[in-house]
T-cell receptor, first 114, second 115 residues
Framework: DVKVTQSSRYLVKRTGEKVFLECVQD?????MFWYRQDPGLGLRLIYF???????EKGDIPEGYSVSREKKERFSLILESASTNQTSMYLC?????????????FGPGTRLTVT | AQSVAQPEDQVNVAEGNPLTVKCTYS??????LFWYVQYPNRGLQFLLK??????LVKGSYGFEAEFNKSQTSFHLKKPSALVSDSALYFC?????????????FGTGTKLQVIP
């Protein structure tokens, strides 16, 4: 059974802290994604990666960075957390680049920045 | 640029009645279209997709969707709604020549099935 796991379900951080969100997939997928989900705005793509050490900016990359050192792991980093980064963060993965495979999502991390 | 619109924030339907959740899209090439469902406090789950072929696509949990190229729509349907279908539904689109697998999601439609 396919599985995408995220390191935390709930996280509370203070303004200015550096925050790491981890995502691991066990499907040997090439592509991995980070989204944030906000009411009324749907899912917005922050960053995605199509291979190890490769990354592409999504629609809202400001204030975020990512790291993909191993194929199965994709990390989202908030360099200096701010209150407007309070949100639900969803990680996803999908298969081969040439085909439009569906994305598999993790359970999400609800981040609160105070 | 690709985009997708879900015109209804919420849809209410009585249990046992047919349901429709609307989605329209805009792409420059051929669309790849998806529906996902999110149950409370859960991540998104894939329901169905249209890539090519038959315009009527069948998916999980008895859902189906109809691709209509002339109306640029991909509405989600189910003949008989269940209370357990109550959830948040997202339509998503990828433009065929769009390069890496960047997918654009709609804002979501909350489906409420009333017993």
């Amino acid at each position: 059974d396919v599985k995408v796991t995220q390191s935390s379900r709930y996280l509370v951080k203070r303004t200015g802290e550096k925050v790491f969100l981890e995502c691991v997939q066990d499907m040997d997928h090439e592509n991995m994604f980070w989204y944030r989900q906000d009411p009324g705005l749907g899912l917005r793509l922050i960053y995605f990666s199509y291979d190890v050490k490769m990354k592409e900016k999504g629609d809202i990359p400001e204030g975020y960075s990512v790291s993909r050192e191993k194929k199965e792991r994709f990390s989202l980093i908030l360099e200096s957390a701010s209150t407007n980064q309070t949100s639900m963060y969803l990680c996803a993965s999908s298969g081969h680049l040439s085909f439009s495979y569906e994305q598999y999502f993790g359970p999400g991390t609800r981040l609160t920045v105070t | 640029a690709q985009s997708v619109a879900q015109p209804e924030d919420q849809v209410n339907v009585a249990e046992g009645n047919p349901l429709t959740v609307k989605c329209t899209y805009s792409v420059s090439g051929n669309p790849y279209l998806f529906w996902y469902v999110q149950y409370p406090n859960r991540g998104l789950q894939f329901l169905l997709k249209y890539i090519t072929g038959d315009n009527l696509v069948k998916g999980s949990y008895g859902f189906e969707a109809e691709f209509n190229k002339s109306q640029t729509s991909f509405h989600l349907k189910k003949p008989s709604a269940l209370v357990s279908d109550s959830a948040l539904y997202f339509c998503a689109v990828r433009d065929d020549p769009g390069g890496y697998q960047k997918v654009t999601f709609g804002t979501g439609t909350k489906l409420q099935v009333i017993p």
